[in-house]
């Protein structure tokens, strides 16, 4: 079992801390309200509420809320998983000492966003205020489940860096990028996460001389100008890529290929040179 109690549906920000240490170790009402005093987004008129229903070092249950932001936490001294860890660490970008550290963890806590902040940016950073605020050195990663993705703590929990994830989505965080192979030269890269934000899945067709980089940025340039115009984007559209003499060509996701479908949808994106159109 995971540490929520309360399944979140996918549309839900949600992420796992992991630790090295087999008990769980969390601050009281006072320590974790002033870490969050601390945080330069945070007002001195922010009036931080922390609730510990349970706490000790096997098992958690608690609610941080400021302004109209609300976390729920919860957390077990036990590993999440092997299927959870398999579609998030196993499948991320990681080098493989990193990602062997973060399997290796004994306990978790999961942080549930429950507030009414209708910015999906302002969820994940209030998620990550909450992880700053309950980070300590037997922290081994953040696991992203609605992203299929995870990542070591490093510099990314710091005050400063969370601050600058309103000026530029941190994709590699946030957003996971699956590949499912078809042979040993091609496979499917498909998006996992952009449901989070209301934008759907990408999904493209690598083959063997593309560069895996390349797509990912074009992943990106699409993702900014659905979520940053609020344009909808549907099967048979087109969307030319400024600078790259590329157009992306927009389909619906095949009968039989349901695995590349994300929650909101996924699109798939055909490329091609725009003096070839």
Known sequence: ?????N??????????????????????????????????????????NVQWEQRDSHK????????????????????LPPATMDQTVHVSRWQPQIKAAIRQHLSHLSLLYTGTNPDPVEKMIALYHTAHALDHE???????????????????LTAESIQAYRQNIPFS??????KFFIDKQHFWLTSKGHHI???????????????????????????????EQDVVVTAGDTLAI??????????????????????????????????ED
């Open 197 to 227: 934000f209301d934008v759907p899945d990408l999904a493209y067709l690598i083959q063997a001389d593309e560069k895996l980089d390349e797509i990912i940025n074009h992943f990106n340039n699409i993702f900014y100008f659905i979520y």
């Open 173 to 178: 965080l946030w957003i996971g990028y699956v």
């Open 242 to 275: 400024e600078g790259a003499n590329v157009t992306m060509k927009f389909s619906e996701v095949e009968e039989g290929a349901d695995f590349l479908m994300g929650p909101s949808g996924t699109l798939i994106i055909e490329k091609t040179r725009q003096d």
């Open 60 to 79: 958690c249950l608690g609610r941080i809320q400021y302004r109209d932001h609300a976390v729920q936490v919860t957390g077990l001294s036990m590993p």
């Open 1 to 5: 079992m995971t540490a929520q109690t």
């Open 138 to 156: 037997n922290l081994l990663g953040v696991i992203n489940p609605n992203a299929w993705t995870a990542h070591p703590p490093a510099d990314f």
């Open 7 to 48: 399944l979140p549906t996918s549309y839900t920000p949600t992420i796992h801390l992991v630790f090295s240490n087999p008990d769980l170790v969390t601050p009281d009402e006072n320590a974790l309200a002033e870490r969050f005093a601390s945080l330069e987004d945070i007002s001195p008129s922010d009036v931080v």
